[in-house]
């Protein structure tokens, strides 16, 4: 068993985070439940390279969930889906298992209830989440996941290159204009605009 003590995971989180807060406390809580649910308790460790997490928001629950994962964007193990929700999948490679955690719309209500007298939300929240029942919190979904092979971390794959721009393109990202290669910026996904 190599999950930490929730403590652990506290001051974990404080120190990747910059602070400690409610929103660290749920994700540090979705994850063990994830890990729980898919029965790997060594994601640091044995368990390391069959883990892939997907997160569905960009906020403090986010890096709470990595830190108990394990899983970093830089290892290709952590997918970020802007969908704007504290949830997040946990996928056993290896087992082919996927359990989606979401959080209930109900646990800050619940958090209010049991903790009246302290006024602060987020110290309020913060006592709450570390108290109530994964039920209380969670709901979680057992769901097929498609992991296209080229999204696997430690994918090695031929690199293209941008017939408009000439930049390198990694993971099959290129796209495909009648048989021209170009990235998906010149492709017309661009996010940006070149100033001037
Ligand atoms: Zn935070
Ligand atoms: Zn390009």
Not at 110 to 123: S, W
Not at 157 to 183: D, K, N, T
Request: hydrophobic share 40%; glycine share 10%; with cysteine.
């Amino acid at each position: 068993m190599a999950l930490k003590s929730f403590d652990e995971y506290v001051s974990l989180a404080e120190q990747a985070h910059g602070h400690i807060c409610a929103g660290q406390i749920l994700g540090l809580r979705l994850a063990v439940h994830g890990l729980g649910l898919l029965g790997l308790d060594d994601p640091l460790g044995v368990h390391r390279k069959r883990l892939i997490t997907f997160v569905e928001i960009d906020r403090c629950a986010t890096d709470a969930i990595t830190v108990v994962t394990g899983c970093r964007m830089g290892k290709r193990a952590l997918k970020f889906r802007d969908f704007g929700k504290a949830a997040a999948t946990f996928c056993d490679l290896e087992a082919g298992r996927n359990v989606r955690v979401a959080a209930r719309e109900s646990a800050k209500r619940r958090a209010a209830e049991l903790f009246p007298e302290i006024e602060n939300r987020n110290r309020q929240q913060m006592a709450a989440y570390r108290v109530m029942a994964d039920e209380e919190l969670f709901t979680h979904q057992w769901v097929r996941v498609r992991v296209e092979e080229h999204d696997l971390p430690g994918y090695k794959g031929p690199r293209a290159v941008c017939s408009e721009c000439g930049e390198g393109v990694s993971f099959a990202r290129e796209v495909s204009r009648g048989g021209v290669i170009l990235c998906r910026s010149c492709a017309g996904e661009r996010y940006y605009e070149v100033c001037g």
